[in-house]
């Protein structure tokens, strides 16, 4: 068994018609920059995942430098790295991702990004938010961040 851990953050934008992608689940609110959809919940995931199991991080898989990821579905991106895993002979056990953000307010998205992380990875994935108190780039309401921890396994 590995460990493995995992962080994003993206800042909102300007880009009013931008939709804001959580842990794949479309949320109500200002849509987050980046390259791909932007779901900091998701990538944080892949972060974690990729790390635990020794293959890199996702730039290394999915450049912001490639055009032809340009906007990217992170639901694409999960299933990816998914099978990557499986090709380097390991499945996750579980993971745990702790959203922080001083808005929108996600207690009624979490179950779904639960539910849908999870039909994905194939393994129990729980989501958690929390906010700041007014600290920092997330508590100014400038963006939001994500952290992840997961424990892969040899599949047998």
Not at 10 to 19: A, L
Not at 46 to 52: E, N, S
Not at 112 to 137: I, Y
Request: hydrophobic share 40%; charged share 20%.
């Amino acid at each position: 068994m590995r460990v493995g851990h995992g962080c994003d953050a993206h800042r909102f934008s300007d880009d009013e018609s931008r939709p804001l992608w959580l842990g794949l689940v479309l949320v109500e609110g200002p849509g987050l920059e980046g390259h791909s959809d932007a779901d900091v919940v998701t990538h944080a995931l892949c972060d974690a995942l990729l790390g635990a199991a020794g293959l890199g991080d996702l730039g290394e898989h999915f450049s912001s430098e490639n055009p032809s990821l340009a906007g990217i579905e992170s639901r694409r991106i999960l299933s990816d790295v998914v099978t990557l895993l499986s090709e380097s002979g390991w499945k996750c056990v579980n993971a745990d991702v702790t959203v922080v953000a001083q808005h929108p307010r996600l207690a009624p998205y979490r179950g779904r990004m639960q539910e849908a992380l999870s039909a994905v990875v194939g393994s129990p994935v729980s989501v958690k938010a929390t906010t700041t108190d007014g600290l920092g780039f997330t508590g100014r309401g400038e963006g939001v961040a994500a952290f992840a921890v997961c424990i892969v396994e040899v599949i047998e």
